[in-house]
């Protein structure tokens, strides 16, 4: 079992930057590939960022390719999502999970979820 707690989501001006964490209970976390996802209001949930368990592995939506950054430390049980020049359209509840699966952009393949946090960008 694994539990997920995302922070860092708030209001910010377009160009600004954010950082968002997932922060994980359970001694597996290592063993988890890690995702990000959105979903808008009216918009299905999708893919934003993913990273294998060891970090190696990073994907990106081309949406944000260029602007946001996955990353995790074990040692915190802790993956982050940097994420700079936001745009208005990056407006979102943002969630972390994790998958037991190697590194995925599928949302069916993540075995767990956090509640999300909000991310509001303004033009």
């Known amino acids: 079992q694994v539990q997920l707690v995302e922070s860092g989501g708030e209001l910010v001006q377009a160009g600004g930057s954010l950082r968002l964490s997932c922060a994980a209970s359970?001694?597996?976390?290592?063993?988890?590939?890690m995702g990000w996802f959105r979903q808008a209001p009216g918009k299905e949930r999708e893919f934003v960022a993913a990273i294998g368990w060891s970090g190696g592995s990073t994907y990106y939506a081309d949406s944000v390719k260029g602007r946001f950054t996955i990353s995790r430390d074990n040692a915190k049980n802790t993956v982050y999502l940097q994420m700079n020049s936001l745009k208005p359209e990056d407006t979102a509840v943002y969630y972390c999970?994790?998958?037991?699966?190697?590194?995925?952009?599928?949302?069916?393949?993540?075995?767990?979820w956090g509640q999300g946090t909000q991310v509001t960008v303004s033009s």
């Open positions: 359970g001694r597996t976390f290592s063993s988890y590939a």
């Open positions: 999970a994790a998958s037991s699966e190697v590194v995925t952009t599928t949302p069916m393949k993540y075995d767990y």
